[in-house]
């Protein structure tokens, strides 16, 4: 199906338990099917990296993830 749809049925919250954002807020990473979500959303261009108060776990992965997406013009990196 639709990876989208896909998102209620995640299979796997990992926690960065001793890592929270600047409002205290925990940190989770969220797979569906063996992908990071919040990858595959910069990698389609419906989000960016922002916000980056220290290092977290998938960091590099994120920011590879928009260089390609601003590269390829994807998403909200089309110029449009």
Same mark, same amino acid.
């Given at each position: 199906?639709?990876?989208?749809?896909? #998102?209620?049925?995640?299979? /796997?919250? @990992?926690?960065?338990?001793? $890592?929270?954002?600047?409002?205290?807020? %925990? =940190?989770?990473?969220?797979? #569906?099917?063996?992908?990071? /979500?919040? @990858?595959?959303?910069?990698? $389609?261009?419906?989000?960016?990296?922002? %916000? =980056?108060?220290?290092?977290?776990?998938?960091?590099?992965? /994120?920011?590879?993830?928009?260089?390609?997406?601003?590269?390829?013009?994807?998403?909200?990196?089309?110029?449009?």
């Amino acid at each position: 199906g639709d990876w989208s749809s896909d #998102v209620c049925s995640s299979d /796997l919250l @990992e926690y960065e338990a001793d $890592k929270t954002d600047k409002y205290g807020r %925990y =940190l989770a990473w969220i797979f #569906v099917d063996d992908q990071l /979500l919040q @990858e595959k959303l910069v990698q $389609k261009g419906y989000a960016k990296v922002a %916000y =980056l108060y220290g290092d977290y776990k998938y960091t590099d992965t /994120l920011q590879q993830a928009e260089r390609k997406a601003k590269t390829d013009k994807i998403g909200l990196w089309n110029g449009k």
